[in-house]
């Protein structure tokens, strides 16, 4: 066991089969069935029961996770990650897992899988195994680290979410994605207990609308002081669709509770934003599609980055269309790009080129190479920061 597999859909949340396929009956373990409906969870603000509910222990959900654990935990080696996995848009857990995985939009067959697929197959279909590209094997037990994956709906139909919710497509996935935060909340919570006597640090890596999902779990955590948020580690946007105004509140939360709780610099949640200029897609659908809130503006992380005035000591834009953060990093033999040449569809290519994905692997595993610090204190300095020109370089 070296994957755990959750589905959501709406508001319930599902155990799916080892491949990732779901199937609409109850989770019974002393049953011996270890997949099914593991509870619904929705997030009401202000709500006198909220803090409860994110606490409250021996759920299907607990147990769930005790079962899969057990078998992973105790070969886990000291420093191998625990990485929490979150799909951005278009997706569909429902749908049946396929051998090829170009076949289906169920995020565990499509990109939560150990196949090592042809490079430019995996390029022109999005198909990249982001577990194995992360440095994941399928069943070493644990050996080489757990990678969790959070599979949640993201593809409300057109015409439902026009006629049902009075909302384009894109803006409807933006409020599934903030519902699925509370769910993911809740797997966080568990996670931190179950490993929190061995210190171990709990990863997230998410792209696109998967960074919606992310960035309100964790403003949540912080809003209501949850100490979940000392068990989190390094956390990895890819092309973030969040509005920059949404993580600005959320990062300034979580900079509140390091101040209060004292934490060392180590410690807590800390930011790896990965921003390409080239990403029209992203910016094109969220500035004109994606729902305005009030605290929100048209810009997103993926596009423009965290926009903080001051430095922001546990956050960091990497533009990796950026010919400085290319040149840079060639000295360690990490090869980055944010173009995939000849097309104007690179969203997609934060993760279906190779060596982006070696870059997203080193920082999970070499903690200390990579670490926000060693990228500022490097001589020379790591040419953080986003170009506010229209493309990349």
């Known amino acids: 066991m070296s994957i755990v597999r959750l589905s959501l859909v709406k508001d319930r949340l599902f155990a799916p089969t080892p491949l990732g396929t779901l199937e609409d009956v109850d989770f019974d373990s002393s049953a011996g069935r270890e997949h099914g409906f593991l509870e619904s969870s929705t997030f009401v603000e ?134 699925a935060s509370w769910s ?56 973030g669709s969040e509005y920059t105004g949404e993580a600005q509140i ?41 729902p305005k809130g009030f605290f929100s503006n048209t810009q997103v992380v993926g596009h423009n980055g965290l926009e903080a005035r001051k430095g922001a000591d546990r956050w960091i834009d990497l533009q990796i269309d950026g010919g400085c953060l290319r040149t840079w990093l060639g000295q360690f033999g990490v090869k980055i790009s944010g173009d995939n040449p000849g097309e104007i569809w690179d969203h997609w290519y934060y993760y279906t080129h190779r060596g982006n994905m070696d870059f997203y692997c080193r920082i999970l595993r070499e903690r200390e190479a990579w670490s926000i610090a060693w990228f500022r204190e490097h001589d020379p300095k790591c040419p953080e920061g986003v170009a506010r020109g229209w493309f990349g370089d």
């Open 46 to 179: 202000g709500s006198g029961r909220l803090r409860a509910a994110a606490l409250r222990k021996e759920s299907p959900l607990d147990k769930y996770l005790v079962s899969a654990l057990a078998r992973a935990v105790p070969k886990l080696p000291p420093h191998a990650p625990v990485a929490v996995m979150v799909n951005g848009f278009l997706f569909d857990p429902r749908v049946a897992v396929t051998r090829d995985p170009k076949e289906t939009d169920n995020p565990h067959g499509r990109i939560f899988h150990f196949s090592a697929g042809d490079a430019g197959e995996e390029i022109r279909h999005h198909t990249t195994g982001w577990p194995l590209r992360l440095g994941f094997q399928e069943a070493d037990d644990g050996e080489h680290g757990l990678a969790v994956a959070f599979g949640w709906y993201s593809q409300p139909g057109p015409a439902t979410s026009l006629i049902s919710h009075g909302q384009n497509f894109y803006a409807r996935a933006y409020d599934l994605g903030r519902s």
């Open 250 to 290: 959320m990062y300034s939360r979580i900079a509140e509770v390091a101040k209060r709780r004292r934490w060392s610099g180590s410690q807590g949640p800390q930011f790896y934003n990965i921003v390409s200029r080239e990403n029209d897609i992203l910016d094109k659908l969220a500035e004109n599609f994606g």
């Open 184 to 239: 993911l909340l809740r797997v966080l919570r568990a996670l931190s207990d179950m490993l929190s006597s061995e210190g171990r640090p709990i990863d997230i890596f998410c792209h696109s609308l998967g960074s919606v999902v992310v960035v309100r779990a964790l403003a949540i955590a912080a809003k209501h002081n949850f100490r979940l948020l000392e068990s989190m580690g390094r956390v990895i946007l890819l092309g």
